[in-house]
C-alpha cells in the first residue's frame, strides 16, 4: 500500500534559526514593477513559519506590498493575492490613444499618468497616514534635486508609494513636504542601510529583482535598464554592508522572475512559483546564535519540495515494506 505524506509549509521548529533572529526585525522589500508579485508568495511562506516583522521598510512596489501587510499583518498574503488578482498594465502604465496625445505636450517630463494608480491605491487602504498603520512602516523615495534616497514614516500614505514608485521619466514625481521625490529604486532598490537606520537588528530581504538581466524589448525596458545597473551595483555594495552588522535573511527568487517588470500577465505564476521555493530555502536556514552575516542571496535557487501528486507517484511505484 502506498504511503501518502501531506505537504505543509515550515513551522518555527522546523526552520532551525529564525527564533534567533535579534529584534526589531525588518521586512526589506525591494522594487521591480510587476515582479512584485512574487512577494506574496514569500509573505506567505513567511507567514507559516510565524515569523512576524518589527517594521517593513519598502521601496517602490514593495513599499505598496509592505504598507498592505503593514496594514493588515494577519492575513495579508491572502488579502495581497485577491488584490494583485485585479492589477492590469493600464492601470500602472496607461497607454491608450489620449495616453499616447499626451505623451507629445510640450514640456512634459514623463509617459504615464499615476491617475489610475493613485485611484487603485485609495481604494485598497484603510489609513491615510502612514504613522496610522497598526505596524511601523517606511516608504524609501529618491529626493530629485539631492539624489539622495529619503525615508518617509509619516504623512500621507498614497503620496509616499506613489513617490516611491515614480520611476524617472515613466511616472510623474510627487512632492512632499516641499520635495520633489522619484522612484526610491534610483537609489535604494532594497532599502537595507535604511532599515538599519531604523533600527533593525536582523532583517529578511524580500527582493524581486536579484542578479537577472531584465528583458530588452521594448523602450520601456531600455529606458529602465541604466535604473537596472545602478541597483545591481547597490545591491553589491549595500547588501554587505548590512549583513557586517546583523543577519540579513535574503530569500530566493523564483524561477519565473526572469520576466519583464511590465508584464503583468505573469503575476500569478510569479506568487505561486515564490511560496515553495521560499519553503524550501527556510527548510534549509540555521542561523547560529543570531550571527551577523548573509543567509541566502540573489541566484540562491533551492529546489523547492515535490508536490503530494510527484510524492504519490514516488511512493506507489516502490513495494511497501510489507509487501517486500
Not at 510640450?106 to 484603510?126: I, Y
Not at 535598464?225 to 530569500?251: C, D, F, H, K, W
Not at 535557487?301 to 501528486?309: F, I, V
Request: some cysteine; glycine content about 8%; proline content about 9%.
Amino acid at each position: 500500500m502506498a504511503v501518502h505524506r501531506q505537504q505543509h509549509g515550515p513551522t518555527l521548529r522546523h526552520v532551525i534559526g529564525l527564533e534567533n533572529l535579534p529584534r526589531p526585525l525588518a521586512y526589506v522589500m525591494g522594487g521591480g514593477g510587476s515582479l512584485g508579485a512574487a512577494q506574496v508568495g514569500m509573505l506567505k511562506a513567511l507567514d507559516e513559519v510565524g515569523l512576524r516583522p518589527d517594521v517593513i521598510v519598502g521601496t517602490s512596489v514593495g513599499a505598496g506590498n509592505g504598507a498592505l501587510t503593514a496594514e493588515q499583518v494577519a492575513g495579508a498574503p491572502a488579502r495581497l493575492r485577491e488584490i494583485w488578482a485585479l492589477v492590469y498594465r493600464d492601470i500602472v502604465f496607461p497607454h491608450g490613444a489620449r495616453q499616447q496625445v499626451k505623451m507629445l505636450e510640450p514640456g512634459r517630463t514623463h509617459l504615464f499618468d499615476n491617475s489610475g494608480l493613485r485611484r487603485f491605491a485609495e481604494s485598497h487602504f484603510f489609513h491615510d497616514r502612514i504613522e496610522e498603520l497598526p505596524l511601523r512602516f517606511a516608504a524609501v523615495a529618491t529626493d530629485i534635486d539631492t539624489a539622495e534616497p529619503v525615508v518617509l514614516t509619516e504623512g500621507p500614505l498614497i503620496d509616499a508609494l506613489l513617490a516611491s514608485a515614480a520611476i524617472p521619466a515613466v511616472l510623474p514625481a510627487i512632492e512632499v513636504d516641499g520635495r520633489r521625490l522619484c522612484d526610491g529604486g534610483v537609489v535604494a532598490n532594497v532599502p537595507v542601510l535604511q532599515a538599519l537606520e531604523l533600527g533593525a537588528k536582523s532583517m529578511v530581504v524580500l527582493d524581486v529583482k536579484g542578479a537577472v538581466p531584465p528583458a530588452w524589448g521594448s523602450y520601456l525596458e531600455v529606458l529602465t535598464y541604466t535604473l537596472y545597473m545602478s541597483q545591481n551595483r547597490q545591491r553589491g555594495s549595500e547588501i554587505p554592508l548590512a549583513a557586517a552588522q546583523v543577519p540579513v535573511v535574503y530569500l530566493p527568487l523564483p524561477r519565473v522572475a526572469r520576466k519583464n517588470m511590465f508584464d503583468f500577465s505573469q503575476t500569478t505564476a510569479l506568487m505561486d512559483d515564490a511560496y515553495p521555493v521560499s519553503v524550501a530555502f527556510l527548510q534549509s536556514l540555521e542561523i547560529p546564535d543570531g550571527q551577523p552575516a548573509l543567509y541566502g542571496g540573489p541566484g540562491n535557487w533551492p529546489e523547492p519540495p515535490p508536490s503530494a501528486d510527484a510524492e504519490e507517484k514516488d511512493t506507489s511505484a516502490q513495494p511497501d515494506d510489507e509487501e517486500a
